[in-house]
């Protein structure tokens, strides 16, 4: 079946720009997280959806970054004023519910110049 | 959650075996081990996962000491295809905590060599 799809694989945008990454969850799966991973390091948690609410975005790094999930489907994870340091691959992922294994999708690669 | 250790890289022959270790020496008694893999370029992908009896499924054999304070995932005859980083995580398993939440480290390569 289909597994989790993120669009778009790459972004490149200036600093400065404001950004969306798209997020499109296994069919089903209430709980959906995005996580942002740097070079060399694993992926980090940036916030967990349970249906259209935000549960716990307590690993959001500031107020730049914001995600939603209206319908409890589709989320959309949104960076204002990027800037270079926000460079790195964001990483999507649903599960059945809270404690079923996480299933990840391929990730957006953004470039911030 | 618990912090984890495990090796920075391993390599393995081709069709042997491949064990990796991780250590969870503060694991809690409601903390389960899992294990995920991320190959190049990829979202990691879930293994396996146990909280203190030994775990089989078809992809990999888990081990866990009687102690908990650490465990082995094996790849059995394992193939150029599983080079990947490997995670050890520890991860709540009641309801109502942050049992959602994955927390990686820096995982361990592991080099499949021909």
């Known amino acids: 079946g289909a597994g989790v799809s993120q669009t778009p694989s790459n972004k490149v945008t200036e600093k400065g720009k404001y950004v969306e990454l798209r997020c499109d969850p296994i069919s089903g799966h209430t709980a959906l997280y995005w996580y942002r991973q740097s070079l060399g390091q694993g992926p980090e948690f940036l916030i967990y959806f349970q249906g259209t609410g935000a549960a716990d975005d307590s690993g959001l790094p500031n107020d730049r970054f914001f995600a939603v999930r209206p319908e409890g489907s589709v989320s959309t994870l949104k960076i204002q004023r990027t800037e270079r340091g926000d460079s790195a691959v964001y990483l999507c992922?649903?599960?059945?519910?809270?404690?079923?294994?996480?299933?990840f999708g391929p990730g957006t690669r953004l470039t911030v110049l | 959650d618990a912090k984890t250790t495990q090796p920075p890289s391993m390599d393995c022959a081709e069709g042997r075996a491949a064990n990796l270790p991780c250590n969870h020496s503060t694991i809690s008694g409601n903390e389960y081990v899992y294990w995920y893999r991320q190959i190049h370029s990829q979202g990691p992908q879930y293994i396996i996962h146990?909280?203190?009896n030994n775990e089989t499924n078809e992809m990999a054999s888990l081990i866990i000491t009687e102690d908990r304070k650490s465990s082995t995932l094996i790849l059995p005859h394992a193939t150029l295809r599983d080079t990947a980083v490997y995670y050890c995580?520890?991860?709540?398993?009641?309801?109502?905590?942050?049992?959602?939440?994955?927390?990686f480290g820096k995982g361990t390569l592991l080099t499949m060599n021909p």
């Open positions: 146990g909280l203190k």
């Open positions: 995580i520890v991860r709540v398993a009641n309801s109502g905590g942050s049992n959602y939440k994955l927390t």
């Open positions: 992922a649903s599960s059945q519910t809270s404690f079923n294994e996480q299933f």
